[in-house]
Nanobody, 115 residues
């Protein structure tokens, strides 16, 4: 069993920045994939950024490319999502996701961007 705990969400004005953190209860050195997804009110959960093992071929949603950056700290077993130039359409619940032996989800953290 793996626990993923997100933090760092909050309320920010358009153009502002936030950094989300996802702390994993298991080492992320050998994780198959980690990523961030978000779910806006009344919409499905969509991929924001995916980081495969080895950190090659990181994938970003077109709507966030150039503004959001996924990174990791293997010593802390933590994955980050740096979010800059935030827009109101970035509002939603952000979920951390990891694939080890199976898929795991965090509980989510709310991000609200006002115009």
């Amino acid at each position: 069993q793996v626990q993923l705990v997100e933090s760092g969400g909050g309320f920010v004005q358009a153009g502002g920045s936030l950094r989300l953190s996802c702390a994993a209860s298991r080492s992320i050195l050998n994780v198959n994939q980690m990523g961030w997804f978000r779910q806006a009110p009344g919409k499905q959960r969509d991929m924001v950024a995916i980081m495969p093992r080895g950190m090659t071929n990181i994938v970003y949603a077109a709507s966030v490319k150039g503004r959001l950056t996924i990174s990791r700290d293997t010593a802390e077993n933590t994955v980050y999502l740096q979010m800059n130039s935030l827009k109101p359409e970035d509002t939603g619940v952000y979920y951390c996701h990891a694939i080890y032996d199976r898929s795991y989800w965090g509980q989510g953290t709310q991000v609200t961007v006002s115009s």
